[in-house]
């Protein structure tokens, strides 16, 4: 078959997300696995800010799993999936304003990373490019936010209602930052 590669890499990724899964079964809700960040870990947090300031927000997803790598807790799972958010905010802001050549920029940062793409630049639908970004940012945020509701639902509520608060007093720009009450 010629599939066989593809058929392996996603019964392992199924594998991994099993075993992830299975050690929150063992703990239970409501535990927290770190209850107070290294000042390294801290340090990804405000990268990460830093990054969704300037719009890299490849950069801001990566720093926010680093945090998480490092320092597993609600709160991380919470902040990955604000960026997540930021990400399809600024997307949906775009396409309002119909600025079809700044999605696909987005959407050509997060498949490229290297010189030849300067050389070599992939050619993408803007449009097209969007809906792919906005769905597979939609079941990311769907996969972190239940596993930070995993483990205390209320802290979840708690940052939640800070991040929609922040939205609102940012309703232009809220994609570019994250809630003051956070400490990045």
């Given at each position: 078959?010629?599939?066989?590669?593809?058929?392996?890499?996603?019964?392992?990724?199924?594998?991994?997300?099993?075993?992830?899964?299975?050690?929150?079964?063992?703990?239970?809700?409501?535990?927290?696995?770190?209850?107070?960040?290294?000042?390294?870990?801290?340090?990804?947090?405000?990268?990460?800010?830093?990054?969704?300031?300037?719009?890299?927000?490849?950069?801001?997803?990566?720093?926010?799993?680093?945090?998480?790598?490092?320092?597993p807790?609600?709160?991380?799972?919470?902040?990955?999936?604000y960026?997540?958010?930021?990400?399809?905010?600024?997307?949906?802001?775009?396409?309002?304003?119909?600025?079809?050549?700044?999605?696909?920029?987005?959407?050509?940062?997060f498949?490229?990373?290297?010189?030849?793409?300067?050389?070599?630049?992939?050619?993408?639908?803007?449009?097209m490019?969007?809906?792919?970004?906005?769905?597979?940012?939609?079941?990311?945020?769907?996969?972190?936010?239940?596993?930070?509701?995993?483990?205390?639902?209320?802290?979840?509520?708690?940052?939640?209602?800070?991040?929609?608060?922040?939205?609102?007093?940012?309703?232009?720009?809220?994609?570019?930052?994250?809630?003051?009450?956070?400490?990045?």
């Amino acid at each position: 078959m010629s599939d066989t590669p593809l058929r392996s890499q996603f019964v392992m990724g199924i594998a991994g997300l099993l075993l992830i899964l299975s050690g929150f079964f063992v703990m239970g809700p409501g535990v927290s696995l770190a209850s107070s960040p290294s000042d390294q870990a801290r340090g990804h947090l405000s990268r990460a800010k830093v990054y969704l300031a300037a719009g890299d927000y490849q950069r801001a997803v990566e720093a926010c799993q680093t945090y998480l790598d490092e320092s597993p807790s609600v709160q991380g799972y919470v902040y990955l999936t604000y960026v997540y958010h930021t990400i399809n905010g600024y997307l949906e802001w775009l396409a309002k304003r119909d600025e079809w050549v700044k999605v696909g920029q987005l959407s050509l940062s997060f498949g490229t990373r290297g010189t030849l793409d300067l050389v070599d630049p992939p050619d993408v639908l803007a449009r097209m490019a969007k809906e792919i970004l906005a769905e597979g940012l939609r079941q990311q945020f769907d996969i972190t936010a239940a596993m930070a509701n995993r483990l205390d639902k209320n802290k979840v509520d708690q940052l939640w209602q800070e991040q929609e608060t922040w939205k609102k007093n940012h309703p232009d720009s809220w994609w570019a930052g994250v809630p003051e009450a956070w400490g990045w």
